[in-house]
């Protein structure tokens, strides 16, 4: 096992990081940009070094600031958290030639994974059924005009390097497909490392459930259940669940199942997560494969009791996962939502000083977050500041508690999404468990 | 809540020293704020000092030599060279100070005006973070 590790990311991921490396012993060495310099992140973990200024382009994007911090301070391992550098595979092969275990997949699964088609493709030599759609990625209008014909509209462009939704874009009728696709072109050119696009039968009304799987280089794999992530707004998950209301225990065990076939057959180690859609008709699809630890992890910590952060570091040490399938429960019902610094209805990012903060507590309730009274969020990052989880015997208790937790939720100074999430667990449809992906659009 | 009541709301809070007023009125919230002679902006809290301060002194006069990378500081080329620079010594501009080594690159520190090495911050060996005082320089 590590001694020390270092953690190249900020926020609230960086602080839960540092809570399963302190509980295993191991030192920890946090890495901040100057406009972090009094983040939670660095008043708790044992040792701190600047990397660079505020943009993030020369600090958390700073390979060699970061694997130098790593070399200074004598940190073993490097914990990517879930930001950029998670699943960027030069920063894992430049952690290989510093002689530095990056905590995460190896770079060939992460190499499969970050081609969307060439992960899909093995999805289905495994027997797994995937979406209809082109089998390549498409350049000319012609052709990609002739595939969405084929699969009939409206059809899904998909970017094949894809990340955070850049480059998805939904084509509901035939007029609008060859100024959409060239929009998706420019837009994979100019933010991805990797372009290209390839067209899907869109899928309407189907849920988005995902499989936290675990696997260590033995290939000794289980999953920790499903999580629906169906509430989303531009691609952005909003509200997560654990698990999925109103599936069959047999299609459950069916899709887990099935996603420990495919990482064994792909030779995987580290933890990751097998997207699926899933149609109301129980019918379901592989979408793709995350290798990184997902934002929502918690929401399975919740209800298996397991901390998946802490397996991720066991697996990357290569020692053997310490459960199996038989040994993994869920119990209740969890719910995550993710409270975002803006304002909640017109979802501009809001910053300040945060002048009031008091998280909930009590029963079945988990906060995630680095913000404190007198921290100020600034408008470099990501406006994720903190995740309120809760767990319940059942989804209706769930719910219960969530608004309790939400309804005493005070952060003042600075606008943030709680209302909204308030609006959502008020919802009638969402009660009813009815969820599918254009639900959130009545709130945009 | 209608713009009526919001108006009633400023009016009540005319005339009095009330900043800020927060009020939650059937599922509605509405804050009105207002400046009252200063601007008052929060006060910045630091629950703890910052780390590894290099200790530089209140004095405008001095300049300092930061180090732009993260990386182990040294003060010559090689352990049995003498130093770069020692207390007292007139440099110039684009005159090497020190070393960071980074990822086994051996970066060359540089000062960026001419003057007098008034401090050295740093031990030789010693890890540095980006944004560390390494010197304190008296212009000349």
Sequence with gaps: ?444 | MNIKEIKDIIKAIEGTDISEIDVHSAGDRIRIRRYLGEVSVPERKSPKSRKKDGGVPDNVELLSVTSPLVGTFYRSSALDSPPFVEVGKEVRKGDVLCIVESMKLMNEIETEVDGVIVSILVENGQPVEYGQSLFLLEPL
Excluded at chain 1, 348 to 375: E, H, K, L, M, N
Excluded at chain 1, 397 to 420: H, N, Q, V, W
Aim: hydrophobic share 40%; proline share 4%; with cysteine.
């Design chain 1, 1 to 444: 096992m590590f001694d020390k590790v270092l953690i190249a990311d900020r926020g609230e991921i960086a602080v839960r990081i540092i809570y399963s490396l302190k509980e295993m012993g191991i030192k920890t060495v946090a890495v901040y940009s100057q406009a972090d310099r009094d983040s939670l992140a660095v008043i708790m973990a044992d040792e701190a070094v600047c990397i660079g200024p505020a943009d993030i382009k020369h600090s958390y994007l700073n390979f060699a600031s970061i694997l130098s911090a790593a070399h200074v301070t004598g940190a073993q391992a490097i914990h990517p958290g879930y930001g950029p550098l998670s699943e960027n595979l030069e920063f894992v092969e430049a952690c290989v030639d510093g002689n530095i275990t990056f905590i995460g997949s190896s770079v060939d699964s992460m190499t499969l994974m970050a081609d969307k088609l060439a992960a899909k493709y093995a999805a289905k030599s495994c027997g797994i059924p995937v979406v209809p759609g082109s089998s390549h990625v498409i350049e000319g209008d012609r052709e990609a005009l002739t595939v969405a014909d084929e699969l009939g509209f409206p059809v899904i462009l998909k970017a094949v390097g894809g990340g955070g939704g850049r480059g998805i874009k939904v084509v509901a009728d035939r007029v609008d497909f060859l100024d959409t696709f060239y929009l998706a072109k420019q837009e994979t050119k100019e933010y991805l490392k990797k372009p290209g696009i390839y067209v899907e039968k869109y899928l309407e009304n189907a849920r988005h459930i995902e499989f936290q799987i675990l696997c260590d280089h033995r290939q000794h794999a289980i999953h920790l259940g499903d999580r629906d992530c169906t509430i989303q707004r531009r691609y952005q998950k909003i509200i997560e669940e654990s698990p999925a209301a109103g599936i069959e225990d047999d299609l459950r065990r069916k899709m887990g199942q099935a996603a420990v076939d495919f990482v064994k057959s792909v030779g995987y180690s580290g933890i990751g997560t097998v997207e699926y859609l899933l149609m109301p008709d129980g019918s379901f699809y592989f979408s793709e494969m995350n290798t990184r630890i997902q934002v929502e992890h918690t929401v399975t910590e919740m209800v298996t009791g397991l901390d998946v952060v802490k397996q991720q570091v066991v697996i990357a040490a290569g020692d053997e996962l310490e459960y199996g399938q038989d040994d993994i429960t869920v119990r209740g019902h969890g719910i995550e939502c993710r409270i975002m610094a803006e304002d909640p209805f017109r979802f501009t990012p809001s910053t300040g000083w945060v002048t009031q903060y008091i998280p909930p507590g009590g029963p079945g309730v988990r906060v995630d977050s680095a913000i404190f009274c007198g921290a100020f969020v600034n408008p470099f990052y990501d406006s994720l500041i903190a995740k309120l989880i809760v767990s319940a015997p059942d989804r209706p208790k769930a719910i219960e508690r969530m608004k309790r937790a939400l309804g005493s939720f005070i952060i003042d100074g600075i606008e943030t999404s709680i209302p909204m999430c308030m609006r959502i667990m008020n919802d009638p449809q969402f009660k009813d468990g009815y969820v599918n992906g254009s639900f959130i659009k009545q709130y945009i």
